[in-house]
């Protein structure tokens, strides 16, 4: 699998930007899905996960009732709705996929793709 993020870009805080992920290469449907991110001199930090039904789906604390991740796999793609950014947001963000949402989320992927900058201004 092959993963292309997408998206990124400046927004003010309290503004929104969608994010995406394209997949191509093995079945997408199979794989689990993951949002995560690193600010500069920070750890890469685990933002959001989707199973690969779509069915369920898991948040950071810190994202959690602002950011929602959905996937299409009829277009190979997951998305990560980003609303009410703050400027700690700020970050390049990655994609990832992964046998399951449990191990995707404890940062256990098979697959990582190429990130996207988010930058929110204060």
């Known amino acids: 699998v092959q993963l292309q993020a997408s998206g990124g870009g400046l927004e003010q805080a309290g503004g929104s930007l969608r994010l995406s992920c394209a997949a191509s290469?093995?079945?997408?449907?199979?794989?689990?899905m993951g949002w995560f991110r690193q600010a500069p001199g920070k750890e890469r930090e685990f933002v959001a996960a989707i199973s690969a039904s779509g069915s369920s789906t898991s948040y950071a604390d810190s994202v959690k009732g602002r950011f929602t991740i959905s996937r299409d796999n009829a277009k190979n793609t997951v998305y990560l709705q980003m609303n009410s950014l703050k400027p700690d947001d700020t970050a390049v963000y990655y994609c990832?996929?992964?046998?399951?949402?449990?191990?995707?989320?404890?940062?256990?992927?098979?697959?990582w793709g190429q990130g996207t900058q988010v930058t929110v201004s204060s």
């Open positions: 290469g093995r079945i997408f449907s199979s794989y689990a």
């Open positions: 990832a996929a992964g046998s399951s949402i449990v191990l995707v989320k404890t940062g256990i992927y098979d697959y």
